[in-house]
């Protein structure tokens, strides 16, 4: 037979070592909870929540305006664009690249608009470690001041299809 009921008194009160590391994993999900909402509150690296609805098609042709206007180079065949201190940057993430390669300055504040034409992509700054979702539909628009100057890799981190490990872009920061 295949499935049998257990006897009846099959529950033994868990003691010793059992016993702890219950109470430890008990103690760190109540931790766990609690830096939740603390973190909602109090972490360096939370979205301002500011997003509006964007046709996919819409938010592709402001791209499009925003390198043509902005446009200095190329690296590796990926247009780079330099946006206006202080004026808005675009950021398209698509099957399976982030574009354009943006170009910042140091110190300088942008308004950075995120957002997807196709699927669900997650935006993740190297080595920062800052992420955040791009959706179809949502121009996510996040206030930032770049306080380092390099070259920082992004990645995707929300699994998109077969080239989603391939999926990478660039920010500079002069
Ligand atoms: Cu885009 Cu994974």
Redesign the pocket.
Known sequence: MSIQSPPNDWFKSPRGAERTWIGLALAWCVVLSVMMPYWHVKGQQNSTGEAYRVDPSAFQQRVTRFVQAGRVGEYKGVDVVEAPPGGDAYLL?R??AWYPVLKLKKGQTYRLHLSSTDLQ??FSLQPVNMNFQALPGYDHVLTITPTQSGEFPII??????IG?HG?TGRIIVE
């Open positions: 993430g099957m399976w992509h997650g995707c981190n929300e699994f998109c299809g989603h999926m």
